[in-house]
Nanobody
Framework: QVQLEESGGGWVQAGGSLKLACSAS????????MGWYRQAPGKQRELVAS???????NYADSVKGRFTIAKTANGYTVFLQMNSLKPEDTGVYYC?????WGQGTQVAVSS
């Protein structure tokens, strides 16, 4: 069983930045793809960014050019750098790989 733990969420004004981290209990990100998801109040969970084990990155259109996904070489941590934040980026952010989900970290962006 792999444990995933998100951190780095918080409150920020529009235009600000946050850096989320997803820490795993083993080097699972070295050999598995992963994704950052978010769930806004009253909405379905959506994929924001993904990263394959080979390093290919994909982003939702709504965050392209503002968010960057990256991982550590040892495969224990994945980051999501979020710049130029907008109120619509508000939600709970989750990391996911294989069948494992973290508990989420709250991001709130005020206008």
């Amino acid at each position: 069983q792999v444990q995933l733990e998100e951190s780095g969420g918080g409150w920020v004004q529009a235009g600000g930045s946050l850096k989320l981290a997803c820490s795993a209990s083993d080097s699972i990100f070295r050999r598995n793809s992963m994704g950052w998801y978010r769930q806004a109040p009253g909405k379905q969970r959506e994929l924001v960014a993904s990263l394959t084990s080979e390093g290919r990155k994909n982003y939702a259109d709504s965050v392209k050019g503002r968010f960057t996904i990256a991982k550590t070489a040892n495969g224990y941590t994945v980051f999501l750098q979020m710049n130029s934040l907008k109120p619509e980026d508000t939600g709970v952010y989750y990391c996911h790989t294989r069948e494992f989900w973290g508990q989420g970290t709250q991001v709130a962006v005020s206008s």
